[in-house]
């Protein structure tokens, strides 16, 4: 055996014993149909009767390297840990049918006492009448006379013993009678030992053996009865039913006693409950800890009774936990039904954590007695529980689709007289930012939320908790994404969304006051409320610190995945946005388009000089930018990289079409006449002009990498007409000043002087994409 385990050992072993130690133990590693019967000739000394392990070992230790022992103790203690891990398992999966069988046992004792009592007394019977045959046959053949018998037996005296057997019955009875137990006890084990005695040393006959045994056994049986009626009197408590089941169990009679022990204090029990009665106005809370207050000290006055009288006998502490873990279920159970039910469909989140955390808290006094319950109690909660979850956070997202629907999409400062909560208070904790109406409220009732979930984090509600509130916040986005004009159609069936009817934010304002609210929610509001509630958690004091800190270490890519998910659904309010915008920008009421081939194309049949700016499209994108970010940066205070990226990804969007509209360069690069010079020139300065005033503020890196593109594609197609583009395109100046001359005009600043450029300025780096460089890209 030792050299099989020592093979699979070194395939999948715990301690990484080296093949060298295992060969050691048990010898070569079978790998054959001629090693396997080696190995089957090897084992035949360890099934010998004067197998001697510690000179086994020894002699096969002294060929070993200090390494090898080394790796070989490893091993050897990775196996008792996994034997000792393997016997716990079974032990705990095989714990109902123990018990059963253990009374199973007691039962069939109990059956066999009673055969053992008809046997002895058919025994004296049959006994009896063999020794009255034999007085009687003795009495015919005897020599002697009636007469001279009668007077020697007269003149026998009784001995001490005898009259002791005479009495003892007489004596039994008394003390039955009297109730005095030990007494009784005493008298029989007394009895018990003469009767060993007289049977190995024949000091007694077998008649007076027979008559003995038999009246010690039916003593016992009066004794334990009598015990038996005791311990099941409703009036017997404390004192006197620990004494019952001690006596019943020096009686040899255990397991009836512990029965006798638990079911005593369950009869209690269902006594004092009687009294404490659920009603439809009682408070759940009230009932739950009364409820507490009786089971678990009944419990713990079962065990304090059963540790006293059984000890630690495993067979006892077994059925007691199993008797405690029934008691701690029926408990569950009417909490649910009286307590639980009605406040977790009404969503009564803050009462179900209240009752839940009563009785949990009850039941860890058990703890110290080393009976741990708690686990019981969380898995038939935990359904209750997740429907309040559920329930509360339906009510959550109905309350705010029904204030968005009036929501005037402004931003307000939270009122005075609440906290971040939303829950009156005298005092202001933290200094919110501004939202909207609806904003503020979602954000109260999810802080509420977090201070009424936070009790139950122990039930490890963590996952499902953020999980749901996702869906909540995802489905407030949706309503956002309805507030932007346009955009019903594009998330009528989006999850959550429905039909829920929304006010429209028709100005520019209230469309980013939109984003503003999702913003702040997702990056702010809701993880710092997460992160506190996490951090309550593992600062309770239920926990150690290592399980502390390996929650800590499970919990933050969690948290960190939930805040990705909120962030996407910013993303997807974002991407609305900027879509809506582009479109407005792009496309008139009446579906034409402000951004088609045949501007440039057509710029070539005016024989006029024009007057040279750039297209309308890029004059009102540059001015719809720079009347956002002003807007923004009274929205987005610290921070302002969400406008940043808010206005690139709208610059992004117009440029990404325009590159992606396969109608637009199929017009220009094989239309009905070719792009000549001044369309070319006109199209230079409108992607020029877009790589100003977006430098540093309003264009990404991928962004400019696609203008560069853009402008190579229209060279390209300029270059088929067999004409050098750089022969007809001004100089890097004649750009920039109409581009900064447009650029001051829309935002009102005064156009800088060559070599006064604004450091701050979009212009400012223009150097890094100069004209030339631009030029000379797209000829090569």
Known sequence: MASAKSSRSRASG??????????????????????????????????????????????????MNEKEIRHMCAYLQDLKKASAEEMRKSVYANYAAFIKTSKEISDLEGELLS??????????????????????????????????????????????????????????????????????????DEAERVASDG??????????????????????QKLSDQLAEA?????????????????????????????????????????NMQTIHPTSTSYGGAYTAALSQQVFSAIAQAVNDSLEVFGDDSAYTSELVTWSAKQTEDFARLVKRHALASSAAAG???????????????????????LSLSSVLMKLFRPSVEQALEANLKRIEESTAALAAADDWVFTQPSSGTRVSGRSTNTIAIVQPKLSSSAHRFNSMVQDFFEDVGPLMSMQLGSSTLDGLHKVFNSYVNLLINALPGSMEDVENLEGSGNKIVRLAETEAQQLALLANASLLAEELLPRAATKLISLYQNSGADDSRKKSSDRHNRLPEQREWKRKLQRCVDRLRDSFCRKHALDLIFTEDGETHLSAEMYLSMDDSHEEPEWSPSLIFLELYAKLN???????????????????????????????????????????????PLGPLGLQQFYLDMQFVILFGQGRYLSRHVHQVIVEIMDRAMAAFSA????????????????????????????KARMGNGERDLNSPTASVSAMSMSSVRSHGSS
């Open 14 to 63: 715990p301690s990484g014993l080296s093949s060298t130690g295992i060969q050691h133990i048990g010898g070569s590693i079978p790998g054959s149909q001629e090693s396997v019967v080696q190995l089957s000739d090897k084992l035949k000394i360890f099934k010998t009767d004067n197998f001697d392990p510690d000179a086994y070992m020894q002699s096969k230790c002294q060929s």
């Open 115 to 188: 055969i053992r009592n008809l046997l002895s007394s058919q025994a004296a019977l049959i006994h009896n009448l063999a020794e009255g045959v034999h007085v009687e046959t003795f009495s015919e053949d005897s020599d002697y006379s009636t007469e001279d018998s009668t007077t020697k037996i007269e003149e026998q005296e009784p001995s001490n013993l005898e009259k002791w057997l005479r009495e003892l019955p007489d004596m039994l009875d008394v003390l039955l009678a009297e109730r005095r137990v030990e007494e009784a006890l005493d008298a029989l």
């Open 199 to 220: 049977k190995e040393n024949h000091t007694l006959s077998s008649t007076q053996l027979l008559s003995l045994q038999n009246t010690i056994i039916e003593c016992r």
């Open 231 to 271: 311990a099941c009197q409703s009036s017997t408590r404390g004192v006197e039913l620990r004494a019952a089941a001690s006596a019943l169990k020096r009686l040899g009679d255990g397991h009836r006693a512990h029965s006798l022990l638990l079911n005593a204090h369950y009869r209690r029990l269902q006594y």
């Open 348 to 370: 009564g989140l803050r009462a179900a954590a209240e009752c839940v955390q009563i009785a949990i808290g009850h039941c860890s006094l058990l703890e110290a007695r080393g």
């Open 627 to 673: 009347r956002m970010s002003g807007i923004a940066a009274d929205m987005f205070i610290g921070r302002e990289r969400f406008s940043t990226l808010l206005m690139m990804r709208l610059t992004e969007t117009v440029i990404l079409w325009l590159s992606e509209d396969q109608n637009f360069w199929e017009d220009l690069e094989e239309g009905p006449r």
């Open 721 to 748: 007409t067999g004409v050098d583009p750089d022969s007809v395109l001004p100089n890097d100046d004649w750009f920039i000043d109409i581009a900064q001359e447009n650029i001051s005009k829309i935002s009102g």
